[in-house]
């Protein structure tokens, strides 16, 4: 097995020269990248220790944190489903966390106090700059598949942004009601620039989607239509236009049925790589303050990607 369980918390450490002092919670947890891209940059930064997966089951996250405090663990990563559970269990949480409703980093302080941040969306802004060079709140903005935790994180980040243009659409139509009321509230408490008041819901069925999409810059995907080789694009991708960024967070396959149409009509495209690699890069920074060794990290993806 590549991971640990609860049970197996007090072992962690047995046979192994380098103590474990980073994780990855999930349910699963066995397919988690995540310590493909954190111990190359450990080991870039000569610090003397491991990253390991921990299975966590459902219920079970306050319990897992505590007992992984006690066994040396100090940084951890929160993949599906924990993220919501982890906020509940922080003691404190950041604020653009608390607004996408999931924690995906969490530190412990000395005395074991857990504080949780959301690394997503900050991660999707490095993305955004690495991939197109442009900065996300200059962007008009639709995300396809707003109601989902990538999507919702994402349009928050939207908002903190200023984006002059936010468009939310989701299959389920309900989800995105109060995700508006909610990002409304924090574009007037936090008296941010941008959508505030005029951010737009709509279906995936809804006739005005083309239209949104035409007068849209970024066209982000957080649909999980694409994880399949043989999926179609989540919108009819003939409405892609040579004007367009179109940034996928699905990185495998690298190239989805989007991308792919999407890049022949001319416009600029992008999987979800740099996402993934940068919501690492922003955890570690939480971890060690100091920068993070971007291109070891990057680096560890590819190389196992590859194989
Ligand atoms: N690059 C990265 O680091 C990264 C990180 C996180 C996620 N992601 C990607 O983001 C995507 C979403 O992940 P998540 O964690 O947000 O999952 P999630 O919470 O389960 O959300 C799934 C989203 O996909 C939509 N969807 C699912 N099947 C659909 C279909 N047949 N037609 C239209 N919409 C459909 C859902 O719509 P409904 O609300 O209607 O169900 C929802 O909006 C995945 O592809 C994942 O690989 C990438």
Request: net charge negative; aromatic share 4%.
């Amino acid at each position: 097995m590549n991971y640990f369980t609860l049970d197996q918390l007090s072992e962690i450490n047995s046979g192994h020269d380098h103590p474990a002092k980073f994780a990855v919670i999930g349910d699963p947890v066995a397919h988690s990248l995540s310590p493909q891209l954190h111990q190359p940059a450990l080991n870039e930064l000569k610090l003397d220790c491991r990253y390991i997966r921990v299975e966590v089951p459902e219920g079970q996250v306050n319990e897992a944190l505590e007992k992984m405090y006690a066994a040396g663990i100090r940084g951890i990563n929160v993949t599906v489903p924990h993220k919501l559970e982890a906020l509940e269990a922080c003691h404190q949480v950041d604020p653009a966390a608390s607004s996408m409703g999931a924690v995906n980093t969490i530190v412990f302080n000395a005395a074991g106090q857990r504080t949780g941040f959301n690394t997503d969306g900050p991660g999707f802004v490095r993305a955004i700059r690495e991939e197109f060079g442009m900065d996300l709140g200059d962007l008009r903005v639709i995300i396809i598949g707003a109601g989902g935790g990538a999507g919702r994180a994402i349009a928050t980040q939207c908002a903190l942004e200023g984006c002059p243009q936010l468009i939310l659409a989701n299959r389920t139509l309900e989800k995105l009601t109060p995700m508006r009321e909610e990002l409304t509230r924090l574009a007037q408490s936090e008296k941010l620039e941008g959508p505030r008041d005029r951010i737009e819901i709509h279906s995936l069925d809804d006739p005005i989607l083309e239209e949104a999409i035409g007068a849209s810059e970024l066209i982000i995907n957080t649909t999980s239509v694409g994880l399949k080789s043989s999926d179609p694009a989540p919108f009819p991708s003939h409405w892609v236009e040579p004007h367009h960024l179109v940034y996928d967070t699905i990185y495998n396959p690298s190239r989805t049925h989007l991308l792919r149409d999407a890049e022949s009509q001319g416009a600029r495209i992008a999987n979800g790589l740099s996402l993934l690699l940068h919501q690492g890069t922003l955890s570690l920074e939480h971890w060690l303050n100091k920068d993070a060794p971007v291109d070891a990290m990057r680096q560890g993806l590819l190389d196992f990607l590859k194989a």
